[in-house]
């Protein structure tokens, strides 16, 4: 499928670079000289007296130096960078530009992207009645799937996010040309995505404690109403997924699966999905433990057995190196331990979770184990930005209000290690994501050191976690080709696209208030849910106690 063709309805990136069109050169005088895309496999682009982020150097960082990129991937790194580049287009970083891998977006849902600053802070259990209402007035068409889609690529592209895994939520169910809607969204503007169908297959009473036990007589039928969609189908949509996109737009694009969380669908089906997950090698996303709500799961609901999510998801023989943990904020000891012994990789999003009080997932203790840690947006509408520089700052800072001796709080490497390395696991792309070295694919940042965030420059990784906003960034090269540079997406027409989305979604408001309104109705029944769990023992705490 063509990385440059048109979305559905029509194009949105007219006269903007295909995949092996022009971009216009472009020279920012004292700062960073922009050569043209790579044109193919075979193209090469050469980087210049930048300075590279490399962990392992003195101050984190290596250069000034050269690196050279060959089609999707970085051929070469230092003085060999010279000798082997042939017509290769330059990038001259003049010695004050740092070229740091492309950020790795590793949870995400891009249904949610109109939506920011669309609700006020709730419980997520509240949340969630307002978030995805499934009402059919709201069903999107692919048209409008594209453009909610591309409108976070936007933001991530410019901040110089490469990567994202998208867990997409389509309400009321996922049909096939809404996730071809979403993926050519992905493939148009250039991104890497691995995307999955988040999609509950159990009713409403399976996923909660108390909720069958306090619902009205009048809400029961409902709230025990089948999901809308049965296992089977939901598994020929991961066909439709798996056929047509896994390895789209030349490997850019993959397909993950996702169980949404272990009590929204029964064992057949989490195995079923882990099955697909084992024969094609795919990320498998499951939100655990987010909440003390999930954790009150384990002895409010029979099935459980006073098992924690963690402990009931190993016992069926489904915690594995492939799954993505995410959240794991109500993780105890025990479920780390399972955690760690199966090569898991916990998916970190503290920005979701301060938003939606969900508390403070246990980093040193994951990290103690050796635990891989990615970090993740979660989506727009929790989070209110699709900004990774505002993720990487918070990991910096909220793991250092849990009591423990300064010496265990997270150090800029270790944040950043999450962010790139922790990054790469998650997406089962370990040795080929995640650092600025021969073999890598080239996914790329490079950020202006003449910036506020970096002047004057003390310490590299501190400002990096600390201090940078995304604004540094100059340019984002995602598999070897510039999608972002000189201030705009090269690969989209920003302000028509833009325009459409405001007029679009205008039309939705009414719709979407109407279903906010319905959904008013369940409020108080899941406002005592959450209440009651919030009152119960569970012999650990994630919240942040104030007086």
């Not at 559905?8 to 069109?21: E, L």
């Not at 949404?260 to 669908?265: F, K, M, T």
């Amino acid at each position: 499928m063509s990385a440059g063709a048109a979305g559905p309805g029509g194009p949105v990136s007219a006269g903007a670079a295909g995949p092996g069109g022009p971009v216009s050169a472009l020279n920012s005088g004292p700062g960073v000289q922009v050569g043209a895309a790579p044109a193919g496999r075979g193209a090469q682009t050469l980087f210049t007296d930048v300075l590279v982020y490399r962990p392992d150097a003195p101050g984190g960082v290596l250069g000034p130096t050269d690196v050279l990129v060959e089609g999707d991937r970085i051929a070469a790194v230092g003085a060999e960078a010279r000798r082997r580049a042939a017509a290769a287009e330059v990038i001259a970083g003049h010695g004050h530009h740092l070229l740091v891998p492309g950020l790795v977006n590793a949870h995400f849902h891009s249904p949610a992207n109109h939506l920011k600053g669309a609700l006020p802070s709730l419980p997520l259990e509240l949340f969630m009645l307002y978030e995805s209402p499934a009402a059919e007035a709201l069903r999107p068409t692919p048209r409008e799937a594209y453009l909610r889609t591309a409108l976070g690529v936007l933001q991530m592209l410019r901040g110089g996010t490469t990567a994202v895994q998208d867990d997409a939520f389509l309400m009321p169910d996922p049909e096939p040309a809404v996730i071809d809607a979403i993926l050519q969204a992905y493939a148009d503007l250039g991104i890497r995505a691995t995307v999955a169908l988040d999609q509950p297959e159990l009713p409403e009473v399976a996923k909660l404690p108390f909720l069958e036990q306090f619902a009205p007589a009048e809400l029961l039928d409902e709230l025990r109403r089948p999901a809308p969609m049965a296992p089977g189908v939901l598994l020929e949509r991961y066909e439709h997924l798996i056929t047509h996109w896994h390895g789209a737009a030349d490997g850019r694009l993959r397909a993950a699966v996702s169980i949404s969380a272990p009590q929204r669908v029964s064992p057949e089906y989490f195995a079923a999905l882990d099955d697909l997950s084992r024969r094609h090698r795919l990320p498998l996303f499951a939100h655990l433990l987010e909440t003390k709500t999930q954790r009150v799961l384990a002895a409010e609901q029979p099935r459980f057995a006073g098992r924690s999510l963690v402990r009931y998801t190993a016992d069926l023989g489904l915690l594995s190196e492939r799954l993505n943990v995410i959240h794991a904020v109500w993780t105890d000891e025990d479920d780390l331990d399972l955690i760690a012994a199966a090569g898991s990789v916990i998916v970190h999003n503290p920005v979701s979770n301060l938003r939606l009080g969900s508390g403070v997932m246990p980093f040193r203790a994951a990290r103690d184990r050796g635990i891989p840690i990615a970090l993740g947006v979660d989506e727009a509408i929790c989070n209110d930005a699709v900004d990774m520089w505002s993720v990487v700052r918070t990991t910096g800072l909220i793991h250092n209000i849990t009591g423990l001796d300064s010496d265990r709080w997270p150090s800029a490497a270790e944040v950043l290690d999450c962010l790139w390395r922790g990054g790469a696991a998650a997406m089962l792309r370990g040795g080929e994501l995640g650092a600025v070295a021969e073999g890598q694919l080239a996914d790329l940042a490079l950020l202006d050191l003449h910036s506020l965030a970096f002047t004057p420059l003390n310490d590299v990784p501190g400002q990096l976690v600390y201090c940078e906003t995304g604004s540094s960034v100059v340019l984002t090269m995602v598999a070897g080709r510039v999608v972002f540079e000189h201030g705009r997406v090269t690969t989209a027409d920003e302000a028509q696209l833009l325009g459409e989305v405001r007029e679009v979604f205008a039309g939705k408001r009414r719709a979407l208030e109407a279903a906010h309104a319905d959904a008013g109705r369940l409020f108080p029944l899941y406002q005592r849910v959450v209440r009651a769990a919030a009152a119960t023992d569970v012999g650990l705490t994630r919240w942040v106690a104030s007086g």
